[in-house]
């Protein structure tokens, strides 16, 4: 048995994208050939991800060095 991660990083639904059409027939295929592996499916258009920018990066970089941020 193994664990598979699936990563969808894609903003459309499977009906509007072939790409992700693609992707459900070969998870299809996969699952018929691997019943016991576990699937885990991400979908990073429907996780609620921070924006990691320029300033937040500033911050971490100052607080690892223990400078209070914002300076």
């Known amino acids: 048995m193994s664990k598979v ?24 295929v996969y699952q018929k050939q691997n019943p016991a592996d576990e699937i885990s499916w ?6 609620d991800l921070p924006e990691i920018d320029q300033e937040l990066m500033t911050a ?7 400078k209070l941020w914002p300076p």
């Open 5 to 28: 991660l699936v990563v969808k990083v894609h903003p459309l639904a499977t009906e509007q994208s072939r790409a992700l059409t693609i992707l459900a027939q070969f998870m299809q």
């Open 42 to 47: 991400l979908d990073l258009y429907q996780s």
């Open 60 to 66: 971490w970089a100052a607080l690892k060095k223990g």
